[in-house]
């Protein structure tokens, strides 16, 4: 029965068309931000320094929006005096991020 479902399961994952992908950067996505505060909030928490961020964004960030993204959050978060909580800086952040694209009201 298990595996009448699973085969089930995986031939309609199969047949479904599939749909195109479009390449979407950190710097456009709100939650993305968020996300990364809240991991790089954890390195410095984990006694990471400043350049062992900068190299780890380096290494998995390339598009080159996405590294400015990433280094404005790390650069922010280290030069805070009181280290933020990830939870803290996650939502700090992404409250930044989605005042910044409110859109204006134009009359």
Known sequence: MK???????LAVCLAQPSA???????????FAIGDIA????????????????LTQAQTYYKDASDRQAVT?????IYSSS???TPDQASML???ECAQQKKPTATQ
Not at 20 to 30: I, L, N, S
Not at 72 to 76: E, H, L
């Open 3 to 9: 595996r009448a479902v699973a085969a089930a399961a």
């Open 20 to 30: 195109p992908t479009f390449a979407q950067t950190v710097a456009d996505q709100c």
């Open 38 to 53: 809240g991991q790089v909030a954890s390195w410095r928490r984990h006694k990471k320094t400043k350049q062992q961020a």
């Open 72 to 76: 404005a959050v790390i650069d922010r």
């Open 82 to 84: 009181e280290p933020m």
């Open 93 to 95: 952040f992404t409250q």
